[in-house]
Nanobody, 121 residues
Framework: QVQLVESGGGLVQPGGSLRLSCAAS????????MGWYRQTPGKQRERVAS???????DYADSVKGRFTISRDNAKNTVYLQMNNLKPEDTAVYYC???????????????WGQGTQVTVSS
């Protein structure tokens, strides 16, 4: 079973940047589709970005052009570079392994603790 630990969140002003990291344990990381998700109180968790083993990426419309997902397979780590942050990006951010099926991404593993991102002046 893959264990995931997110880090890098914090408080940032609108227009600022943060870089999140997701460290994975488990040998299957190198063959896994990985994604970042976020959740705010009272709302469903939503997918933010995904990256394949080959580096192909896909983003939610709300973050296109502002967020960049990347991965380092040698370090078993996936990153989320977030630029031009907006107050509506405030959420707890999680990573997970994924499956892509019939045009949708499905998170596969257990959720970690996540990392809080707060965008506020």
């Amino acid at each position: 079973q893959v264990q995931l630990v997110e880090s890098g969140g914090g408080l940032v002003q609108p227009g600022g940047s943060l870089r999140l990291s997701c460290a994975a344990s488990g040998s299957i990381f190198s063959i896994t589709l990985m994604g970042w998700y976020r959740q705010t109180p009272g709302k469903q968790r939503e997918r933010v970005a995904s990256i394949s083993i080959g580096g192909a990426t896909d983003y939610a419309d709300s973050v296109k052009g502002r967020f960049t997902i990347s991965r380092d397979n040698a370090k078993n780590t996936v990153y989320l570079q977030m630029n031009n942050l907006k107050p509506e990006d405030t959420a707890v951010y999680y990573c997970n392994t994924e499956r892509y099926y019939s045009g949708r991404y499905y998170p596969l593993g257990s959720w970690g603790q996540g990392t809080q991102v707060t965008v506020s002046s």
